[in-house]
Structures are given as structure tokens and as C-alpha cells.
């Protein structure tokens, strides 16, 4: 393991400046080698092309000094005494020698000071290519760092108002912005018709669900109802009452993925508090002790969506509960965040099922037969519209402990 950590970063996992900064200088240096061995290869043949008209001329000087013609009678002697010493056997073969030593050292000094200079004059050049390639990326890649700064802050956000907008020559970058907003304007339409949909048909189904348990409950409550059914028409508004509290969380979800509510003070220890009165009596049936440690919690949001952060995850603590267990509800804040913790005890449950919780209409492996499964997602979804968010750690022995926190905002308005 640790040798592996001490491995050179691969050049796959480079992110795509460097990638192509590395490209770039490789293409460079490569080129420039290349040039290189052709620039000594050329001056080396030019060299070797005009050996001929250095060598040869320094023979010449010493051969016009003992005559090429035939001597003359007149001239043989004192010839023959001014020119004794360089008439000795081989004196032209060792001039020609020491000329083509001398042109040969001439040409490897030539040749070799051109090597270095050039491969001084190719690193600086190089170097001077690399800085320039990852100025080039950078600046090329700035539009497309912003492209992946927004798309990172829409995909953590809860809404799709915002566009990346971007400006700037119409390239390939501008490109993909145009087509990225065209997405987020389809997807935002479609999810808005959705929650609308949604929206009006539970609102929809609430007026017939409410006379249809009206004209169950007054024939039940007059003793009209015969006693063999009874048991038929208590169950017929236990689903009535279950299709209610159904419609009504999908009104909060619907609600809760519309836009940011307008800021209103209230405080997370007043959420707890009401939702502890309204499931007292479900939480005394079964037999489940809620334990409330209240320290005040400043928010500013929607006081009515707060309310049910509390009233949901109280909620879910009793009902994925076992008999005689317990429920422990806290409020706090601390320098940036305002938070709520409810936890319980319960079915033992695994790191690996945790995010399956807060899917819409998912109960769980055990869950009672008054539950929705909405109620995380509708924490969720409420949570994230105020800009905070919420965390869920199962609990040793069996339960869950759900943490809400929303950002600390000043519950003192100007108006």
C-alpha cells in the first residue's frame, strides 16, 4: 500500500491543463530535437562539402615553392640550394596531413560548439513553451472551470433558476453553456408542471376524501351501522385517514421543492415542542417515551415547512420504533447553524441503507402500516430549500439518529 502511494502521478489522472501543458512541451521538444540533428547534420556535410577547398589549398602553397615544372640548366643548382630542406622525402604528404588535423580538429570544434549552444537554446525554448502552453490552458479553460462551478452549485442546490449565462467568442465552450442552459430550462419546466400536478391533484383529492370519511363517520357515530360491518366501515376510514396524511405530504413535498420561502424569524425549539404535542398521544400508545432537550435554535424561513422538519422526523422516531422504546428529541445552535437531532431506537440498520431512507415512499424493511414514506424526503427536500441539510447515523443496539441543520440567520428584522 504504501509503495503504491509513492508512485508517480500518472498522466491520465493530470487534470486536463496539465495534460495538455505536457502535450504541448513533448510536441515541442520533440520538433526541436529533430530540428536539432538535421541543423548539425546539414553543417557537417557542408563542412565535409568544402573540405576540398581548404586541404588541398595548403598543399598547393607548399608544393609553389619547389616548382611543378621540369629544371633548367641555370637554375638547377641554385635551386637545388634554395630549396634542399623542403626537398626531403614525404615533406608533402606530412603538410597534407597536418592540414586535414588541422581541419578535422576545426570542424568537431565548429560541430560540437553548435551542439551545445543548440541544446542550450532548446531547453530554454522549451521551458519558455511550457510556461506559455499552461498560460494558453489556462486562459482557454477558465470559461469551462465556470461551466463546472455552476453546474456544481445547481446539482447541490434544490432549485433550477440559475444559468450559467456565459459570454465571450462563440466557441466550443459557449457552445456547451447555450446547450447546458437549454437542458436546465427543459428539466426546470418539467419538474415545475410536476410539482404542480402534483400540487393540485392531492388538493383535488382532499374534498372527496373529506365526504367520503364524513359519510362514514356520522352513520358510524349514530349507531346506524349494523354491527357485522362495522369492522368493514373502521377500516374503510383507517384508509381514509392514511389517504389523507398521504395527500397532505405530498402537498409539503410539493410546496417544500417550489421556490426559497420568503424569510420569517422562528425557532427549531418551537417546531419540537408542537410536534411533541401533536404525537403524544400516538407515541403513548405505543408505548414510546420522548425525551425533549430544548435549547433555542434562530432561523429564518418558512415557519409552517419548519414545523414539519420536527413534526416528520418526531414521526418517523415513533413509528419505525418497537414497542416500550424510545425517542429523544434536541435542539441547539451553535456559531453557524441551528440545529435539530431526533433520535431513536429501533430495528438495527446498516451505513449502506441510510440514503435509501430519504427516497419518496420508502418505508424500510419493518415499518407500521400508518406510514407514508415521505417523511425524510419531505425533511429533505424541506431542508434543503432553506439551505441547510440533514444527516442520519444509525445507532448502536438499533435506531437512528437524524440531524437536521439550517444556516444561523438574525431573527431581527428592520422590515
Given at each position: 500500500m504504501n509503495r503504491a502511494r509513492l508512485l508517480p502521478l500518472s498522466p491520465h489522472r493530470l487534470p486536463l491543463r496539465g495534460r495538455l501543458t505536457l502535450v504541448t512541451t513533448a510536441v515541442f521538444a520533440v520538433l526541436g530535437c529533430g530540428l536539432l540533428l538535421l541543423n548539425w547534420l546539414s553543417s557537417r556535410q557542408l563542412l565535409e562539402a568544402y573540405r576540398d577547398l581548404v586541404v588541398p589549398a595548403a598543399v598547393t602553397t607548399d608544393s609553389a615553392t619547389?616548382?611543378?615544372?621540369?629544371?633548367?640548366?641555370?637554375?638547377?643548382?641554385a635551386q637545388a640550394e634554395d630549396t634542399e630542406p623542403s626537398e626531403a622525402p614525404g615533406s608533402t604528404d606530412a603538410a597534407t596531413v597536418e592540414a586535414a588535423q588541422a581541419f578535422g580538429d576545426f570542424q568537431e570544434s565548429v560541430l560540437?560548439?553548435?551542439?551545445?549552444?543548440?541544446?542550450l537554446m532548446l531547453v530554454v525554448f522549451t521551458a519558455l513553451a511550457a510556461v506559455f502552453a499552461w498560460w494558453t490552458g489556462r486562459r482557454s479553460l477558465r470559461r469551462l472551470s465556470q461551466v463546472t462551478a455552476a453546474a456544481r452549485r445547481i446539482s447541490t442546490g434544490n432549485t433550477l433558476d440559475e444559468r450559467l449565462g456565459l459570454t465571450g467568442p462563440h466557441d466550443e465552450v459557449r457552445e456547451l453553456g447555450d446547450t447546458f442552459d437549454a437542458m436546465l430550462d427543459r428539466l426546470d419546466h418539467s419538474f415545475t408542471a410536476q410539482r404542480r400536478f402534483t400540487a393540485h391533484a392531492s388538493h383535488e383529492l382532499r374534498t372527496p376524501l373529506t365526504l367520503q370519511r364524513t359519510a362514514l363517520e356520522i352513520p358510524l357515530a349514530q349507531g346506524r351501522v349494523p354491527a357485522d360491518l362495522k369492522p368493514a366501515v373502521q377500516r374503510a376510514l383507517d384508509a381514509n385517514a392514511r389517504t389523507e396524511r398521504l395527500i397532505a405530504a405530498l402537498l409539503t413535498l410539493a410546496?417544500?421543492?417550489?421556490?426559497?420561502?420568503?424569510?420569517?424569524?422562528?425557532?427549531?425549539?418551537?417546531a419540537a415542542r408542537d410536534a411533541m404535542a401533536d404525537?403524544?398521544?400516538?407515541?403513548?400508545?405505543?408505548?414510546?417515551?420522548?425525551?425533549?432537550?430544548p435549547e433555542p435554535?434562530?432561523?429564518?424561513?418558512d415557519p409552517a415547512l419548519l414545523r414539519q422538519i420536527a413534526l416528520n422526523l418526531l414521526a418517523n422516531a415513533v413509528r419505525h420504533n418497537h414497542r416500550d422504546g424510545m425517542a429523544s428529541v434536541a435542539t441547539g445552535?451553535?456559531?453557524?447553524?441551528?440545529?435539530?437531532?431526533?433520535?431513536n431506537t429501533?430495528?438495527?440498520?446498516?451505513?449502506?441503507?441510510i440514503p435509501a431512507l430519504f427516497e419518496a415512499f420508502h418505508r424500510g424493511q419493518e415499518h407500521r402500516g400508518n406510514g407514508s414514506g415521505l417523511g425524510l424526503a419531505v425533511v429533505r427536500t424541506i431542508t434543503a430549500t432553506h439551505r441547510g441539510r440533514v444527516t442520519a447515523v444509525p445507532r448502536t443496539g438499533g435506531g437512528l439518529t437524524v440531524r437536521g441543520e439550517l444556516p444561523r440567520r438574525s431573527c431581527e428584522f428592520d422590515g
Open positions: 619547389t616548382g611543378n615544372g621540369p629544371p633548367t640548366q641555370g637554375s638547377t643548382a560540437g560548439g553548435l551542439l551545445l549552444r543548440s541544446l410546496r417544500g421543492e417550489s421556490e426559497a420561502p420568503a424569510p420569517q424569524p422562528a425557532d427549531l425549539a418551537d404525537l403524544a398521544d400516538e407515541a403513548r400508545a405505543a408505548g414510546i417515551r420522548i425525551a425533549r432537550t435554535a434562530p432561523v429564518a424561513g445552535a451553535t456559531d453557524a447553524a441551528a440545529y435539530i437531532e431526533v433520535a429501533g430495528p438495527v440498520l446498516t451505513p449502506d441503507e
